[in-house]
């Protein structure tokens, strides 16, 4: 079993920057891929970035903006978000996958005009 926190959420303004966090306890060892989904009101839930063995890939949209990363040691992964537009406004959850998905509660991000 894994558990997931996500912290890092807010408000900002359009080009601004946010960095949300996720800390997993329990059985860390055996993480392998994790990731940030995302939500938007009305919309399906879309795999945002992630990170598995160093290796990272991200969607479309969010490439050259948003940077994954891991820091082993703490058993967290960072979504860095820079140049954020209105269109990012979701509800980004934490995701890591164990013979079955592991989600975080979700932490809301909302970028004003």
């Known amino acids: 079993q894994v558990q997931l926190v996500e912290s890092g959420g807010g408000l900002v303004q359009a080009g601004g920057s946010l960095r949300l966090s996720c800390a997993a306890s329990g059985s860390t060892y055996s993480i392998n891929v994790m990731g940030w989904y995302r939500q938007a009101p009305g919309k399906q839930r879309e795999l945002v970035a992630s990170i598995s063995s160093g290796s990272t890939r991200y969607v479309d949209s969010v490439k050259g903006r948003f940077t994954i990363s891991r820091d082993n040691a703490k058993n967290t992964v960072y979504l860095q978000m820079n140049i954020l537009k209105v269109e990012d406004t979701a509800v980004y959850y934490c995701?890591?996958?164990?013979?079955?998905?592991?989600w975080g509660q979700g932490t809301q991000v909302t970028v004003s005009s």
């Open positions: 995701w890591s996958f164990i013979g079955r998905d592991y």
